[in-house]
């Protein structure tokens, strides 16, 4: 589950500001190649808005699930994110549901505590251990 950045420097891609569908499914198809089964690419700056990409094998179309920034940074964010897709994943056995649930779920962590005085702490996860196993949370 790498950034766009970090697809781009696996894909040996030059990184940009903003990416086309096309952009993306190249980086995609290139990671396949290198021999990722199953694709998630967050962080994704488009022309239309923001998304994370999912391709759940090199024969399926890439779908684009758009999202809102929230403009705060926690660390530790990227580690929930993965934790809640694994979750999930090994719950319901869909990628594409999972990453949806797991967006979902770590916007609402996000927004949560965005008027945490110390973010540099990052986000304290246990109050929400018990919704990160609810897959309509």
Known sequence: VPNITEACFLSNHVVQESYTGEDVERIADQLHDLGAKSLVITSIKMKEGKYTAVKASPGDSIKFLPYKEIPVRFPGT??????????????????????????????????????????????PIEQFLEDTGNEEA
């Open 78 to 123: 990227g580690d929930i994110f993965m934790s809640i897709v694994a979750g999930s994943y090994l719950r319901n056995g869909a990628l594409e549901k999972s990453v949806e649930t797991a967006m979902r779920q770590l916007e609402r962590i996000i927004c949560a505590n965005q008027d945490n005085q110390d973010k540099y702490k990052g986000i």
